[in-house]
């Protein structure tokens, strides 16, 4: 996951959907649309309070393990009050303004936790998934790339056809 890259694609559809002047076509919408979905995700795992992402996470697999809809527990540690078990993030995971909170370093304050308490399965499942929603949204920048070349392709090609009806 190279997540400057896929901050100057989110910037550079910004840009291409401002210009593209294409405000009389219907498929603007749901350009629109998809980029806002895009740059929504980009924001809640790479930008903004990503503590609350990984907060969500971790509580889905301890419903999930508690209802026994999953067998893995959220850590595999010995200790039977490690608060993963216990159905809480443990304290530095989840205190106000920890550096989890970052997108930036968050991805950083996760690694650096699993040195301490590496049988975390969740932290590091929260790490895989992470990067895994990281390269579907680069994919879909780099489509969503495509689609407005084409739709702007289309826009001048009509108003060409219109031009020639004359
Ligand atoms: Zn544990």
Redesign the pocket.
């Known amino acids: 996951m190279d997540r400057q890259r896929i901050l100057e694609q989110r910037d550079e559809i910004e840009e291409m959907l401002k210009a593209s002047e294409l405000n009389d076509y219907d498929d603007v919408q749901e350009l629109d649309d998809r980029f806002d979905d895009a740059a929504r995700t980009v924001e809640r795992i790479m930008v903004g309070d990503i503590s609350e992402w990984v907060g969500q996470f971790y509580r889905e697999w301890y419903r999930d393990w508690q209802d026994g809809d999953r067998d893995d527990p959220p850590?595999r540690?010995s200790?039977p009050r490690?608060s993963?078990?216990l159905g809480e993030l443990p304290y530095p995971l989840r205190r106000r303004r920890s550096s989890i909170r970052e997108g930036a370093n968050g991805r950083e304050a996760l690694v650096s936790y699993l040195d301490s308490?590496p049988?975390?399965v969740v932290v590091d499942e929260a790490l895989d998934r992470q990067a895994e929603i990281a390269s579907e949204v680069g994919r879909e920048f780099r489509q969503l790339h495509r689609d407005i070349e084409a739709a702007i392709m289309e826009a001048v090609d009509d108003e060409a056809m219109a031009k020639s009806a004359f």
């Open positions: 850590c540690c200790n490690c993963f078990k308490h049988e975390a």
